[in-house]
């Protein structure tokens, strides 16, 4: 059953290594002072956030693996309202972008990046990716499917482990292409924060709308068994 809960949680994973503001946060923090000590901790802080809620949703919906139980009942009616959230979310986004002359302020904690400190590095890696209410979401129904795919211990345990280090790709990449490249990779990092930047809205309502798509079809699939 590995191989089954390793696809279930891949669009997932996809879905959150593919959001922008992480990957803009991480190279900022790259980019300030004490920039590798900061981005490396915001790293860390990103990985134990979606590990602590996989493994959170794991136990509390660790019977779901039984169609007829009430946790599988719970965890598709979840994902039918999340889904369905997640849909709304994104086309509200794309509704209330900014137009073309718009000037659009930069989060209040991105202007807070370039002093943070370790604390706040870790801290703020731990809040954008299992307190974000988006990737709570996303990190829930992987971690769900992973459990309905009939995945237990050691097989369960590697499933969540592919979910929690790909959905880091991006954000441990860019502390990665950091340490090893110098410079010129901090040129081609400062070149993807600014096209994320510029691209941020596109980007975030292609995968809201998307997967919550998946989520919602996961979640009827699921009450209709």
Same mark, same amino acid.
């Given at each position: 059953?590995?191989?089954?809960?390793?696809?279930?949680?891949?669009?997932?994973?996809?879905?959150?290594?593919? #959001?922008?503001?992480?990957?803009?946060?991480?190279?900022?923090?790259?980019?300030? +002072?004490?920039?590798? +000590?900061?981005?490396?901790?915001?790293?860390?802080?990103?990985?134990?956030?979606?590990?602590?809620?996989?493994?959170?949703?794991?136990?509390?919906?660790?019977?779901?693996?039984?169609?007829?139980?009430? #946790?599988?009942?719970?965890?598709?009616?979840?994902?039918?309202?999340?889904?369905?959230?997640?849909?709304?979310?994104?086309?509200?986004?794309?509704?209330?972008?900014? +137009?073309?002359?718009?000037?659009?302020?930069?989060?209040?904690?991105?202007? %807070?990046?370039?002093?943070?400190?370790?604390?706040?590095?870790?801290?703020?890696?731990?809040?954008? #990716?299992?307190?974000?209410?988006?990737?709570?979401?996303?990190?829930?129904?992987?971690?769900?499917?992973?459990?309905?795919?009939?995945?237990?211990?050691?097989?369960?345990?590697?499933?969540?482990?592919?979910?929690?280090?790909?959905?880091?790709?991006?954000?441990?990449?860019?502390?990665?292409? %950091?340490?090893?490249?110098?410079?010129?990779?901090?040129?081609?990092?400062?070149?993807? +924060?600014?096209?994320?930047?510029?691209? #941020?809205?596109?980007?975030?309502?292609?995968?809201?709308?998307?997967?919550?798509?998946?989520?919602?079809?996961?979640?009827?699939?699921?009450?209709?068994?």
């Amino acid at each position: 059953m590995l191989i089954q809960a390793i696809g279930a949680v891949l669009p997932a994973a996809l879905a959150v290594a593919l #959001s922008p503001f992480p990957l803009i946060g991480v190279v900022l923090l790259l980019a300030g +002072r004490h920039g590798r +000590r900061n981005g490396a901790l915001f790293a860390l802080g990103w990985v134990l956030g979606l590990a602590i809620v996989a493994t959170l949703i794991v136990g509390v919906f660790g019977g779901a693996d039984d169609p007829d139980s009430a #946790s599988s009942a719970i965890a598709d009616w979840g994902r039918v309202f999340a889904g369905a959230a997640l849909i709304v979310l994104g086309v509200r986004k794309w509704r209330l972008r900014p +137009r073309a002359g718009d000037e659009v302020e930069a989060p209040r904690w991105m202007a %807070q990046l370039d002093g943070a400190s370790a604390g706040r590095a870790l801290g703020l890696g731990v809040l954008l #990716s299992g307190a974000n209410p988006k990737n709570f979401v996303l990190t829930a129904s992987a971690a769900t499917s992973a459990v309905e795919a009939d995945a237990h211990n050691g097989d369960l345990a590697v499933a969540i482990a592919v979910f929690v280090l790909l959905g880091s790709c991006t954000v441990i990449g860019a502390v990665v292409v %950091q340490l090893v490249g110098g410079q010129r990779a901090a040129s081609f990092l400062d070149s993807v +924060r600014q096209f994320m930047v510029a691209n #941020s809205t596109v980007i975030m309502v292609i995968v809201l709308v998307l997967l919550g798509a998946s989520v919602l079809g996961d979640g009827l699939t699921g009450l209709g068994r």
